[in-house]
């Protein structure tokens, strides 16, 4: 069953990719760089952050 964003209406297969697209309606950033403290809505964010600019392979 598709899981529908009720504030624009995005369409999602998962419940869970639902809840973290919530997030991009939102100011919450739960996920933080532990080398510089930069904060994101989302882990895959964060992980190309710290390769990109922290050159970590993950």
């Known amino acids: 069953k598709p899981h529908q964003c009720p504030l624009c209406g995005g369409i999602f297969q998962r419940?869970?990719?639902l809840k973290r697209h919530?997030?991009?309606h939102s100011s919450e950033k739960p996920f933080e760089c532990d080398e510089c403290g930069k904060?994101?809505?989302?882990?895959d964010n964060m992980k190309a952050h710290q390769r990109k600019l922290h050159g970590r392979d993950i």
């Not at 904060?39 to 882990?43: E, G, H, T």
Request: positive net charge.
């Open 15 to 17: 419940p869970e990719h």
């Open 22 to 24: 919530m997030r991009s």
């Open 39 to 43: 904060k994101f809505n989302r882990a």
